[in-house]
């Protein structure tokens, strides 16, 4: 006994698009462009090195943005006594060394938050863009 049904083929590449992640990884990587997007815009600009390091990137069910330079974490959370209090690098003290006769101190750099604030002000078009990605 052979038999057919009309419009399986559909069924099965739509369920195989949803077994594969292909929607949600569209949508991630959509997302993550907005972010990424707005990073860069935010982003402090002294040699353009950290701006130009930013990147957005999809793995599975996940999507990383951030700057691959490794100073990056530096700049958003500032460092020492002037740095954001809930990451572990800053401290309460200034900094002191001595070379060549002399002492030097500092007291660390402000943060210049670049990267939350670009996933916490755009919230709204993130999803919409994850949306569009996933096709919804």
């Given amino acids: ?11 099965v590449d739509k369920l195989t698009q949803y077994a594969s992640g292909d929607k949600i990884q569209r949508g991630l990587a959509m997302a ?6 707005h990073a860069v815009a935010n982003c402090p600009v002294a040699t353009g090195r950290l701006k130009g390091s930013i990147v957005s990137q999809v793995d ?6 951030g700057p691959t330079a490794d100073y990056g974490i ?6 020492g006594s002037k740095g954001d209090k809930s990451v572990s690098h800053t401290s309460k003290r200034h900094w002191t060394y001595y070379s060549g006769g002399r002492f030097y101190t500092t007291s660390g750099q ?3 938050p670049f990267l939350v604030p670009a996933l916490k002000n ?3 078009e993130i999803v919409a863009k994850f949306k569009e990605g996933y096709g919804v």
């Fill in 74 to 79: 530096y700049v958003e959370f500032g460092t």
């Fill in 122 to 124: 755009n919230v709204s």
């Fill in 32 to 37: 993550g462009e907005v972010v990424r997007a």
């Fill in 110 to 112: 402000a943060p210049q």
């Fill in 1 to 11: 006994m052979n038999f057919s049904i009309e419009g399986i083929d559909n069924v």
């Fill in 60 to 65: 599975g069910d996940s999507v990383a943005i």
